[in-house]
């Protein structure tokens, strides 16, 4: 019988090695297209029912995966602390080349405006961090991430709307963007990522930014937070000029030793 820590890492486990595997049996089935039609629909029919079969075992683990992060995952979250899918994005800038406020959006791009802005505080929550490199990236008002340029792997991953700043002197920060869009699928609530890098520290991601009252945002969902930096969810308010303001200070974390 397997004790609950063990349990959880091996359907951890056993969740990446179905990811893995499954784009390769898709390749497979691709190429697959190129024989004979006679051909394809054996195999592909033969496939098709193993990637199915893997299909139903991850939509099987994935609930237990998550429970396990929710209840007792914190210190496999510490283990894991640097790994983020993205982190490498936020070294794609030198960080004396930025300032501490930025457009992540452009005054061209669709949507309604929003200033996302803060200050970045070190872990004892009091004083300001100076020259915290945030790399913010976020879905357009259509919830997508789109438009990419070819620069990197995350500059297409992550879509046109991505960003850099380095805080100031006072742990200040300030994206002007749009609000996001949900995700076409409707799956999580509108959201902004946010990766923090320190002075000689390697990257880390934090809670994402959200909006409190919209779509997704229940009691669920602040309930399976982490609060990595601090909370995430933010009061959405309009200033003078129309437009949406919300701010959300960052506490950095703790790192492992
Ligand atoms: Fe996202």
Same mark, same amino acid.
């Given at each position: 019988m397997l004790d609950h820590a063990t349990f959880c890492v091996e359907a951890k486990g056993a969740v990446s090695a179905i990811h893995a595997a499954l784009p390769d049996t898709f390749s497979v089935c691709r190429s697959r297209a190129m024989t004979k039609a006679q051909d394809l629909a054996k195999k592909e029919n033969v496939m098709l029912r193993r990637t199915l079969s893997k299909m139903l075992v991850l939509v099987a683990i994935l609930p237990v995966a998550a429970s396990c992060?929710?209840? *007792? !995952? /914190? =210190?496999?979250?510490?283990?894991?602390f640097y790994v983020c899918d993205g982190c490498d994005a936020v070294g794609e800038r030198d960080p004396a080349s930025l300032d501490w406020n930025v457009d992540l959006a452009s005054h061209l791009e669709p949507g309604e405006r929003l200033v996302l802005s803060g200050v970045v505080y070190q872990s004892d929550g009091q004083t300001? /961090?100076?020259? %915290?490199?945030? &790399? /913010?990236? +976020?879905?357009? /008002? =259509?919830?997508? &991430?789109?438009? *990419?340029?070819? =620069?990197? %792997?995350?500059?297409?991953?992550?879509?046109? !709307?991505?960003?850099w700043v380095r805080t100031g002197p006072d742990g200040r920060y300030e994206f002007r963007t749009i609000k996001p869009g949900v995700y076409p699928s409707r799956n999580d609530p509108a959201h902004i990522h946010l990766f923090l890098a320190e002075p000689g520290q390697p990257p880390y991601w934090i809670d994402d930014v959200v909006f409190a009252g919209e779509f997704g945002v229940d009691d669920k969902y602040r +309930?399976?937070? =982490?609060?990595? *930096?601090? !909370? *995430?969810? %933010?009061?959405?308010?309009r200033n003078g000029a129309g437009k949406w303001v919300a701010r959300r200070d960052i506490i950095l974390e703790v790192h492992p030793e």
């Open positions: 992060r929710a209840s *007792g !995952l /914190a =210190e496999a979250a510490d283990a894991d300001p /961090a100076s020259d %915290v490199v945030i &790399y /913010a990236h +976020q879905t357009n /008002a =259509e919830g997508r &991430y789109a438009n *990419g340029s070819s =620069e990197s %792997v995350w500059s297409r991953r992550h879509g046109k !709307l991505r960003n +309930q399976s937070r =982490e609060n990595r *930096g601090g !909370l *995430g969810i %933010v009061e959405l308010e």
